[in-house]
């Protein structure tokens, strides 16, 4: 069981919300942007325990989240 220990891999819980943006709420600027902002995260190496190369490297569930929120407040809103 992994509930509890943060180590689950929030990647598809956060894609998930870009496809309730986009398909539910018809907000698809939004949803590039969660999209985006997931690229830049594993583009800058942030990984959890199941993708990461090195474990000692792996990021928890919140850190991993919170190098994707750290990308989004960074993501052009221009778009």
């Known amino acids: 069981m992994i509930a509890g220990r943060g ?3 929030p990647t598809g819980t956060i894609l998930s919300a870009a496809l309730l943006l986009r398909h539910s709420l018809g907000l698809d ?7 985006q902002a997931v690229e830049a995260a594993l583009a800058a190496g942030a990984r959890t325990a199941d993708i990461a190369s090195d474990l000692a ?3 928890s569930t919140s850190a991993f989240t919170d190098r994707v929120l ?3 407040a960074g993501v ?3 778009r």
């Open 7 to 9: 180590i689950a891999n």
């Open 29 to 35: 600027a939004e949803a590039i942007m969660v999209e």
């Open 57 to 59: 490297l792996a990021l």
């Open 70 to 72: 750290d990308a989004l």
């Open 76 to 78: 052009d809103r221009e």
